[in-house]
């Protein structure tokens, strides 16, 4: 697959260790890259390995193998200078899927949201900081009278609010959200993923976008890249993929998608994808322009 220049995930692979002779391959050789300005979508079922995609390319966890390019950047180099680790720190930012735990609950908003900017010596004058705060939080939908309150106090909407305000008050270049739909109410989904978008197309931010929801991916997503057991095993722009899956596990995952005609729904038969068993060898095809696909030999 072509690497781009601003965002590039080259044969990315990382093991867990369980013990000092046993170990988990939770990705696998992964390669993908991001143009700038674009929204990518990762979506595979729970274990496929994206949430670990998601923590190497914010340099959370350092890859077995491969390496993670951010705008030239090497994530896990040995010898980064201090200017491009915060470069690193302040132009990526990333979402996880439970605001409960990402947010500290003895914190209160205005605490939240000014932690980031006491780190990097941003907003320093009172006036510019409340400015600040109170225009991102107009930003996600919320007004300033939540600024005294507790994580706990408020609902799961607007904690995921509160989170997508904290990492846009660094002006990010790239943001990383990690299912930060997956545990909300359907309504709120909406509400969320319509809110990622309108914020995308005004700020311009690079976006890499992981979930297990279909319908929400084909929303919002210019690209899709689809993960099995650790693989990424598709990559095709968004109406590509859906309209015309290649690969044996995509074309059942997009199967079960729930339809809306309960006697459809129960009348349909949803294929199940195996895994060849002795596979010599995988390679990448170009199935269609921009569209690649990963098959077993």
Sequence with gaps: MPNNDYVCVE????????????????????????DRGEILGLVGESGSGKST?????????????????YNGIDVNGPKLSREDKLRLQCERQIIF???????????????ILSEPLDIHGLARDRGDREKLIAQNLDFVGLDSGILESLPGELSGGQRQRVSIARALLMKPKLIVADEPIASLDVSIQAQIVNLFKRLQAEHGFTFLFIAHDLAMVEFLCDRVGVMSKGRLV??????????APRHPYT?????????????????REIPVYHEPENITRREWIQADENHYVL???
């Design 11 to 34: 044969h990315l692979s990382h093991r867990f260790r369980l013990t000092r002779k046993i170990a988990i391959d939770a990705v696998k050789d992964v390669s993908f890259s991001i």
């Design 53 to 69: 995609v998601a923590r190497c390319v914010m340099g959370i966890l350092r890859p077995s193998e491969g390496r993670v390019m």
């Design 97 to 111: 899927q439970d605001s409960g735990s990402a947010l500290n609950p003895r914190m209160s908003v205005r605490r």
């Design 234 to 243: 598709e990559l095709a722009p968004t109406r590509q993929l859906y309209e």
């Design 251 to 267: 074309k059942a995952l997009l199967s079960a998608v729930p339809i809306p005609d309960p006697r459809l729904e129960r009348s």
């Design 295 to 297: 098959m077993e030999r």
